[in-house]
């Protein structure tokens, strides 16, 4: 490895991360497409320090590795401290040892972000393990991580309800309405967040920063998102439900996040918004596609939802997970 270069991830450096990471995308099989813009917003992410939480490796001056670390400033629903590493290498230079070697400086940046914001707590590293079969699953499993949960990538596709068939039904309710959410709704919608995904594998809250980061970043599309909120009532004014829809690639929309909280589920509010949000993409004539993640194991049941919604299964990816000691 000494004819590489290493160095912290920079701003003049968004176009090689760019074309590497979408060359991985597809060569990987993952489509996880991305674009400098995007980038910029990830290196900037709140509570990341790009000189110590990232790593490009150059082939002359040509970016061919490159990895992140990341710690969240709270504890998952079940108490624990997470660290998130991520990265890729380029298949010409696989087999040479530099993903070991980033993941060996991800895993000590993150001990120490660890034990500097959740000093004594029971931590995991966390992973995408991505395809079955994937070089990157094959490190992880070298380095003693284990797949903990499987993710199905759906699909559906909107050429049906633009020509105005198959659009989904989207229901009245007499206590709730459904909008598209404006700037002022960012602080409710992180509490209905809250509150729905924490029975949810892995979930956490989301400090305000980050959320604030998500909901204004460039790829956010507010005007196809539909949020539910309670009329009348002890709940009134409240997000009970939400679709938060991103884009990241021409002509796909993505599902980021549905969610409904406990004491409105069983009433169809998750479906009715993303009926909603469905139409919303397909009369916009911008978009081909609407893609969403799943946990397949969901105690919400949410994979049977989508297939009733017209998504279609296009590929499952896992999420790997080490144990850590946090120093106290």
Same mark, same amino acid.
């Not at 003693?144 to 990538?153: K, T």
């Not at 509490?191 to 400090?207: L, R």
């Not at 980061?213 to 997000?239: C, F, K, N, P, Y």
């Not at 884009?247 to 969610?259: K, L, P, T």
């Given at each position: 490895?000494?004819?590489?270069?290493?160095?912290? +991830? /920079?701003?003049?450096?968004?176009?090689?991360?760019?074309?590497?990471?979408?060359?991985?995308?597809?060569?990987?099989?993952?489509?996880?497409?991305? &674009?400098?813009?995007? #980038? !910029?917003?990830?290196?900037? /992410?709140?509570?990341?320090?790009?000189?110590?939480? $990232?790593?490009?490796?150059?082939?002359?001056?040509?970016?061919?590795?490159?990895?992140?670390?990341?710690?969240?400033?709270?504890?998952?629903?079940?108490?624990?401290?997470?660290?998130?590493?991520?990265?890729?290498?380029?298949?010409?230079?696989?087999?040479?040892?530099?993903? &070991?070697?980033?993941?060996?400086?991800?895993?000590?940046?993150?001990?120490?972000?660890?034990?500097?914001?959740?000093?004594?707590?029971?931590?995991?590293?966390?992973?995408?393990?991505?395809?079955?079969?994937? /070089?990157?699953?094959? #490190?992880?499993?070298?380095?003693?991580?284990?797949?903990?949960?499987?993710?199905?990538?759906?699909?559906?596709?909107?050429?049906?309800?633009?020509?105005? @068939?198959?659009?989904?039904?989207?229901?009245?309710?007499?206590?709730?309405?459904?909008? @598209?959410?404006?700037?002022?709704?960012?602080?409710?919608?992180?509490?209905?967040?809250?509150?729905?995904?924490?029975?949810?594998?892995?979930?956490?809250?989301?400090?305000?920063?980050?959320?604030?980061? *998500?909901?204004?970043?460039?790829?956010?599309?507010?005007?196809? /998102?539909? +949020?539910?909120?309670?009329?009348?009532?002890?709940?009134?004014?409240?997000?009970?439900?939400?679709?938060?829809?991103?884009?990241?690639?021409?002509?796909?929309?993505?599902?980021? +996040?549905?969610?409904?909280?406990?004491?409105?589920?069983?009433?169809?509010? !998750?479906?009715?918004?993303? &009926? *909603?949000? +469905?139409?919303?993409?397909?009369?916009?004539?911008?978009?081909?596609?609407?893609?969403?993640?799943?946990?397949? @194991?969901?105690? @919400?049941?949410?994979?049977?939802?989508?297939?009733?919604?017209?998504?279609?299964?296009?590929?499952? $990816?896992?999420?790997?997970? *080490?144990?850590?000691?946090?120093?106290?």
């Amino acid at each position: 490895m000494t004819d590489y270069r290493w160095a912290p +991830i /920079s701003h003049a450096d968004l176009e090689q991360w760019a074309a590497l990471a979408n060359h991985l995308a597809k060569v990987d099989g993952t489509e996880e497409f991305t &674009s400098v813009e995007d #980038l !910029a917003e990830e290196l900037d /992410s709140p509570h990341r320090d790009p000189e110590r939480d $990232t790593w490009a490796v150059w082939d002359g001056d040509r970016m061919v590795a490159e990895a992140l670390v990341s710690v969240p400033t709270t504890l998952d629903y079940e108490g624990r401290a997470r660290c998130y590493v991520s990265g890729g290498v380029h298949p010409d230079h696989r087999g040479r040892g530099l993903g &070991s070697r980033l993941l060996a400086l991800c895993e000590e940046r993150g001990r120490e972000l660890l034990t500097q914001r959740h000093p004594g707590r029971e931590a995991y590293f966390g992973a995408d393990g991505e395809l079955e079969g994937s /070089s990157a699953r094959d #490190l992880l499993t070298d380095h003693g991580y284990a797949v903990v949960r499987h993710f199905n990538h759906l699909r559906r596709d909107l050429g049906e309800v633009t020509d105005g @068939t198959a659009l989904p039904p989207v229901p009245e309710y007499d206590d709730v309405e459904l909008l @598209t959410p404006t700037l002022e709704h960012e602080g409710a919608v992180r509490v209905a967040h809250e509150q729905a995904f924490a029975d949810h594998w892995g979930s956490g809250p989301v400090a305000p920063g980050p959320w604030h980061q *998500r909901w204004v970043s460039r790829s956010a599309r507010g005007e196809l /998102s539909t +949020i539910a909120v309670a009329r009348g009532g002890e709940h009134d004014g409240q997000v009970v439900a939400y679709v938060l829809v991103g884009q990241w690639v021409d002509r796909e929309a993505y599902v980021n +996040i549905v969610g409904t909280v406990a004491a409105f589920r069983g009433r169809g509010l !998750a479906a009715a918004c993303l &009926s *909603r949000t +469905i139409g919303l993409a397909a009369a916009s004539g911008g978009y081909d596609v609407i893609d969403l993640d799943v946990d397949s @194991t969901s105690p @919400t049941g949410a994979t049977r939802l989508y297939e009733r919604l017209g998504f279609r299964h296009l590929r499952q $990816t896992a999420a790997m997970r *080490r144990p850590v000691e946090v120093s106290p």
